[in-house]
């Protein structure tokens, strides 16, 4: 049987740290953000004036003070118009709050997603040859490339 976590009820419209968690793991989701707005909001039994950041494809998020900062970091820029067609990271932090310890959905700068080397292709071939040559170390591929252990025995034979 489906769960259904209590946090989805209460402000649906909105993403939060439970929708980043596969039962009891936390997951980290790449975003672009399509405008950045300040808006009403409810926010328990009160409406108030909030940031808010649309996402492409994913429920928007309300931005506090704390994920305002991180965004400004991550995208070099303080000003939301800067932060249009970028990506960031979204991922669940244990948080102290309210006297507990709980979840919180914090920002990030994107995390690289790096294409998998594959044997016998032709960048595995300019790989190898880059490796042997002394031009490049296993290292500096791995930069690159996500490179699995079968991979590397293969690159350094």
């Not at 494809?57 to 995208?75: D, E, F, R, S, Y």
């Not at 790096?114 to 490049?136: D, H, I, M, R, W």
């Amino acid at each position: 049987m489906k769960k259904t976590h209590f946090k989805k009820l209460r402000n649906p419209h909105y993403i939060g740290s439970y929708e980043l968690m596969v039962g009891d793991k936390p997951i980290e989701l790449n975003v672009t953000i399509e405008s950045a707005t300040k808006e009403m909001v409810q926010n328990g039994d009160r409406k108030e004036e909030a940031m808010v950041i649309y996402l492409k494809g994913h429920k928007p998020m309300i931005v506090n003070l704390t994920n305002a900062k991180a965004i400004a970091k991550a995208l070099n820029s303080p000003y939301t118009e800067d932060w249009v067609g970028k990506e960031i990271t979204l991922y669940v932090a244990k948080i102290k709050a309210f006297g507990e310890i709980v979840d919180a959905l914090r920002v990030k700068g994107a995390t690289k997603v790096l294409p998998n080397l594959e044997a016998n292709t032709p960048n595995f071939e300019a790989v190898k040859k880059a490796l042997q040559s002394g031009s490049y170390t296993i290292e500096q591929v791995k930069t690159k490339y996500n490179v699995t252990d079968e991979v590397a025995k293969l690159l350094t034979k």
